[in-house]
Nanobody, 115 residues
């Protein structure tokens, strides 16, 4: 059974950067032909779609992260990334990698930004 596995979360000070990675394990799953996204959920807040990338590489971002976050995909490594720059305390959340076409979710990775 295919699983999405996130990595790269951690703690950083405001203004810092992190890069999240998402890879597939346990089966045949090609990120190159699937729309992929990163969601996040902060304590007490609703789940938010942060960024998405479709099969042809078109990207979309939430207004709150536009200009600071970049979603990308390495088809050779079958991995999706979320580069997060200029992190703010309000970016603190659990970040989830999601295969949007199949609604397959990873387990999440914690990102904590301190002021």
């Amino acid at each position: 059974q295919v699983q999405l596995v996130e990595s790269g979360g951690g703690s950083v000070q405001a203004g810092g950067s992190l890069r999240l990675s998402c890879s597939a394990s346990g089966g045949s799953f090609s990120m190159s032909i699937n729309a992929m996204g990163w969601y996040r959920q902060a304590p007490g807040k609703q789940m938010e779609l942060v960024a998405r990338i479709n099969s042809v590489g078109t990207t979309n971002y939430a207004a709150s992260v536009k200009g600071r976050f970049t979603i990308s995909r390495d088809n050779g490594k079958n991995t999706v990334y979320l580069q997060m720059n200029g992190l703010k305390p309000e970016d603190t959340a659990v970040y989830y990698c999601v295969a949007l076409t199949t609604n397959l979710w990873g387990q999440g990775t914690q990102v904590t930004v301190s002021s």
